[in-house]
């Protein structure tokens, strides 16, 4: 065994990109911390997701240390600065996606349990804060990552990474089924 070259990672690449016909977004709530900023715009480049709203003071890839942490991925995401995040869940709609906070919540639903079909958009909240009550209400959804360690909750970027990766696996396409 031994590791891909550049070229057999292109190629790896594609195969699975076209086993994939959905469209993701993020809508980034009010985050505080640049480096989470940072390491969710990588991630968000890595698992081809669309667009990403930056909602309120979210710092953005002009800030220093987002720009250290994201290494420049920002330019194969789409960006949109909202206001609040009741204007960024009306703008991704509109766009076409189904938005579902990530939210450890009282009536939220895993996330592999979760209806994630067609084009959705995950709402990421603050890093201490989560999502507010309106917020919450706008989603068409809400969902968590189960955890089964004595630590209550995850880093946001973490947690939006792996969420990323739940939504990318349920939509995959088997290149087998002739459905």
């Not at 469209?23 to 985050?31: E, F, M, Q």
């Not at 997701?49 to 194969?76: C, D, F, M």
């Not at 206001?83 to 960024?88: E, T, V």
């Not at 994630?116 to 890093?127: F, M, R, S, T």
Request: net charge neutral.
């Amino acid at each position: 065994m031994k590791q891909l070259g550049s070229t057999e990672l292109k190629r790896l690449h594609r195969g699975w990109r076209r086993r994939t016909t959905n469209r993701i977004a993020l809508v980034l709530a009010g985050l505080s911390q640049p480096y989470n900023v940072g390491a969710i715009l990588r991630t968000a480049a890595a698992f081809r997701v669309e667009e990403i709203w930056l909602v309120g003071e979210t710092p953005g890839p002009e800030h220093n240390k987002v720009a250290k942490t994201a290494l420049g991925s920002e330019r194969y995401v789409q960006l949109h600065r909202s206001p609040d995040a009741a204007h960024a869940i009306d703008a991704a709609r509109s766009s076409g996606y189904r938005c579902i906070g990530l939210e450890l919540a009282d009536a939220a639903r895993p996330l592999h349990e979760t209806d994630c079909e067609g084009d959705i958009a995950l709402v990421i909240g603050h890093e201490d804060r989560g999502l507010t009550a309106g917020v919450l209400e706008a989603c068409d959804a809400v969902a968590y990552l189960p955890q089964l360690g004595r630590i209550g909750s995850l880093n946001v970027a973490t947690a939006t990474s792996i969420a990323l990766y739940e939504l990318r696996r349920q939509g995959w396409i088997d290149p087998d089924d002739p459905a």
